[in-house]
């Protein structure tokens, strides 16, 4: 078990919530590297196997509110799946990659999907996300296609690459939007710890910040997420837009 990130951050509770996240998926789709590149901006090539779960903190900012991501990045072999299940039910977020050069990858979807609704908490919010992005003349599965199982599924899609940092941060910042989200609407309770988030330090500052605004700048607020995101496809990106060239085949 090992860990990454800045020290500071894992221990800072000055955020407003907490949100965990849970990144599922088969081995060698690049979920170390996505991670990787959200908490220390960097990438690598080598593929060293996750040995049960890592972990990364990273504090955001949404709507001016301070936010910790703490994301728990799990084995993909077969053999840590009982492990990983118990990570579920206190998840806020599962975060679900395959790889687009590998069609099995994407086909196994329906697998974590399943043991994630099974064994998660009845809030949790879903990401699909075709990583790899950058090689696009490997590519086995199209974006279409994709796209399709996620609006069957009801859950969000969108394709990165940890390599190029395309949509990287996006991934996780949109999550945590919907999160926010389904705070301000109640249908997350933030001081009940089985939604997979918490309040920090911040959080009565907070409270007095929003009690202070203006009936107006509240609605103002709430508006700035998009309802329709909840429980609801999310199209994030364009499969023409930014797909490098790089033939390079790399872990990620
Ligand atoms: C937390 O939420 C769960 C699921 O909705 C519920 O069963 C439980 O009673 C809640 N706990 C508290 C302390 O509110
Ligand atoms: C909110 O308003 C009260 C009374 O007007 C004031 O004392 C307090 O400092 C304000 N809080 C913030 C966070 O602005
Ligand atoms: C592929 O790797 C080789 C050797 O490491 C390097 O010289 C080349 O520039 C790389 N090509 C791309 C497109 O990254």
């Known amino acids: 078990m090992s860990s990454t990130g800045n020290l ?32 220390d901006k960097r990438f690598r090539s080598k593929h ?5 779960v890592e972990f990364g903190a990273r504090i955001i900012r949404i709507q001016n509110v301070a936010l910790k991501l703490s994301i728990w990045d799990t084995a993909g072999q077969e053999s840590f799946r009982s492990i990983t299940r118990s990570y579920y039910r206190s998840s806020a977020a599962a975060i679900i990659v395959y790889d687009i050069t590998k069609r099995n990858s ?10 994630a609704r099974e064994n998660g908490n009845k809030q949790i919010t879903f990401l699909l996300v075709g990583n790899k992005n950058d090689l696009e003349q490997e590519r086995q599965v199209s974006f279409e296609e994709a ?14 690459s940890a390599k190029t940092n395309y949509n990287v941060d996006q991934m996780f910042t949109k999550l945590a939007e919907i999160i926010l989200f389904k705070i301000q609407k109640g249908i997350i309770d933030p001081k009940n710890e089985s939604f997979g988030v918490r309040v920090g330090s911040e959080y009565q500052k907070y409270l007095a910040s929003i009690s202070n605004d203006s009936k107006q700048d509240e609605k103002e607020k709430n508006q700035k997420v998009d309802p329709q995101l909840e429980g609801k496809y999310v199209q994030l990106n364009d499969p023409a837009v930014e797909t490098t060239k790089q033939k390079n085949k790399t872990c990620c």
């Open 8 to 39: 500071n951050d894992k221990f800072d509770t000055s955020f407003v919530y907490l949100f965990k996240y849970i990144i599922i998926g088969d081995m060698a789709v690049g979920k170390s590297c996505l991670l990787m590149q959200f908490i």
């Open 147 to 160: 796209k399709q199982f996620a609006q069957d599924n009801e859950i969000g899609f969108m394709e990165t």
């Open 48 to 52: 060293d196997v996750t040995i049960g």
């Open 106 to 115: 994407f086909e196994n979807v329906v697998k974590w999907l399943d043991d």
